[in-house]
């Protein structure tokens, strides 16, 4: 039945709009449960037909009602991917309750902190230990033997990392990456800890290369690497087995 799957992406949309207003307003201090959405530049609230996900963005045409101005293109675009990571998650999870909820809240934390980041060339704290908690609490009561073998996994990945940002002097890796690279090794854990760390450096080094050939960057400019420690997460549990095959075979 395709019902379900319309369901679930709907939902994803939902919460990807919560997710786009709480990553604009967490990085300026405002409260999310502080009012409705306004646009930030005439600051009236938004009517709630006009701040309906992805279909609202589209019938305005992208411009506010009231002022005529510019909606940001990321509100779609993070309520998309919501939408999608969602749906991606139900047809491969729906079967294990436990681990469907798990992977969708996870999933929320992970794209808050890729937008924060990307954005804002900042990790929150807050959300990266609300994700080893949740972490934690799913291996303690669902997967138990994976706990201590995924937490070593995420203090050395730490390590590693704290290791670059020692010998860079801040300027190759931040305090975020290192303390989020705990939670990205409870995620992937052992097996695939070097495929998804490689993934992260290679798609690192691709956007980074594109970015300066584009002259939108310099060979100085530092570039957030929270976002490809985010996105290598679900690249290595998809494609990390394929890929240890293909290298055991060559």
């Known amino acids: 039945m395709i019902l379900p799957h319309i369901l679930i992406f709907i939902l994803g949309l939902v919460f990807g709009s919560f997710v786009a207003a709480l990553t604009w307003r967490y990085p300026r201090q405002i409260s999310i449960a502080k009012g409705r959405s306004f646009c930030p530049n005439c600051k009236r ?17 992208g411009k506010c009602r009231n002022c005529r101005k510019k909606i940001s293109f990321r509100y ?19 079967s294990y309750y436990f681990q469907f909820i798990y992977s969708l809240i996870l999933f929320l934390i992970l794209i808050s902190i890729l937008v924060i980041d990307l954005e804002g060339k900042i990790i929150p704290d807050l959300f990266v230990f609300c994700g080893i908690g949740l972490a934690f609490f799913y291996y303690i009561f669902v997967n138990g033997s994976s706990l201590f073998p995924n937490l070593f996994t995420g203090l050395a990945a730490s390590v590693l990392l704290l290791i670059i940002h020692l010998v860079t002097k801040g300027r190759g890796m931040g305090l975020g990456d290192v303390k989020l690279a705990v939670l990205g090794g409870l995620i992937v854990g052992p097996r695939l800890f070097l495929v998804w760390l490689f993934l992260a450096f290679l798609t690192g080094a691709i956007v980074g290369s594109i970015l300066i050939l584009g002259r939108k960057a310099g060979f100085k400019s530092q570039i957030a690497f929270g976002p490809f420690l985010v996105l290598a997460i679900p690249l290595a549990l998809i494609y990390g087995e394929k890929i240890l095959f293909w290298i055991h075979i060559s």
């Open 45 to 61: 609230q938004i009517a709630w037909y006009d701040n309906i996900p992805l279909l609202s963005f589209l019938f305005l045409g």
């Open 76 to 94: 779609p675009l993070i309520e998309f991917s919501t939408g999608l990571g969602f749906l991606i998650i139900f047809l491969n999870f729906s």
